[in-house]
């Protein structure tokens, strides 16, 4: 009932114009991009041109958002999420809204882009999002509720990008926001404290569904199964070392995750731990030329995988 009550009242036609009260800001509705559990979110015209405008009646909501996306942009490099531009109210027909804007993220989600593009793609935005979340990670975050829905992939070149940072969480705390088949809580294999290790089992998760898209539920002792689920799958199965440690809870860190996985991708496929022990003696005698090469090895992957996508669109 209170959902659609504010529902109503954050509802509005395109052509409306938004003016903000304290900043005097001004955005005319485009389309709606959406609604979650406590706002909606409108494609508006800006100064700034094309702007994602988040409306809401619950201002604690709006700020708490607001703040994730302040510390977002204090992650080093280009910023995770979108980029905030400003908050305000708005004092409408219907009484007083809150919004926020921010950078609109133009692309499919995740999953979209993979069906399009084809599963080759997997692994090199697994590496990216892996990329992202170290960093966040290290300024004290987990991202909670990570999902194909909330990755966008935009580009070109394809970069993945979060979406509503709502389940964004504070590192020791309780995760705000999940998703049942992301969640290690729902398969029995771990707790719901913010801490990486959430945010790893997640990205094994996304992993998976991607070579499942049909999600499945939890049927019994949910460790035997999702294994299973891993190991009958042909092309899967060969990231099932790395899924397995993300899935249990054996990763410190989305680095040493991302290592692994980059292992896998150069095609050493055929003994993963062995190649994984060789790899940390190298990262430890050598840390500057390890990262050196991890870094040539994503670029040099996303070359050879941009290449293929541009030929797939001449043909
Ligand atoms: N910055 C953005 N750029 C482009 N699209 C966006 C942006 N932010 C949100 N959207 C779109 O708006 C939709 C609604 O976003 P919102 O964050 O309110 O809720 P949600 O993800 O659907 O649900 P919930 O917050 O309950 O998990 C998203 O699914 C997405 O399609």
């Known amino acids: 009932m209170m959902m659609n009550t504010w529902k109503t009242q954050c509802k509005f036609l395109p052509g409306t114009v938004i003016i903000g009260k304290w900043h005097g800001g001004n955005y005319q509705i485009i389309r709606e991009l959406g609604s979650g559990a406590n706002g909606i979110v409108y494609l ?12 809401s009646m619950d201002s604690l909501s709006i700020t708490s958002e607001v703040n994730v996306l302040k510390a977002f942009s204090k992650v080093p490099g280009d910023s995770p999420g979108p980029s905030l531009y400003e908050m305000d109210d708005w004092e409408s027909p219907r009484g007083r809204i809150h919004f926020y804007t921010m950078e609109y993220i133009q692309g499919p989600d995740m999953l979209t882009f993979i069906k399009k593009n084809g599963q080759t793609w997997v692994g ?14 290290q300024e004290g975050w987990t991202f909670g509720d990570l999902k194909p829905e909330n990755l966008i992939v935009s580009g070109p070149p394809p970069r993945i990008r979060f979406i509503d940072v709502g389940g964004t969480t504070i590192k020791g705390r309780a995760i705000k926001e999940f998703t049942e088949f992301f969640d290690r809580g729902y398969w029995g294999l771990g707790s719901r404290k913010s801490e990486p290790t959430y945010d790893l089992f997640s990205t ?10 049909k999600k499945f539920s939890r049927v019994g002792d949910g460790k035997k199964q999702l294994i299973q689920q891993i190991d009958s799958h042909s092309e899967l199965s060969r990231f099932s070392p790395v899924l397995r440690k993300a899935l249990f809870g054996e990763y410190g860190s989305a680095k040493k995750m991302k290592g692994d996985l980059l292992i896998l991708l150069s095609d050493k496929g055929d003994k993963p731990v062995t190649y994984a022990r060789r790899s940390a003696t190298r990262q430890r005698k050598n840390k500057k030329s390890g990262s050196m090469k991890e870094t ?14 541009i030929y797939s669109y001449l043909l």
Do not use: C, N, W
Request: glycine share 4%; hydrophobic share 60%; proline share 2%.
């Open 44 to 55: 508006a015209k800006g100064v700034r041109g094309h702007t994602a405008l988040k409306m």
């Open 124 to 137: 090199i935005l697994i590496v990216q999002l892996l990329d992202t979340l170290e960093k966040l990670h």
């Open 204 to 213: 094994s998760m996304l992993f998976i569904h991607m070579y499942y898209p």
């Open 296 to 309: 040539v090895m994503v670029l040099l992957l996303t070359i050879v995988l941009y290449a293929l996508y």
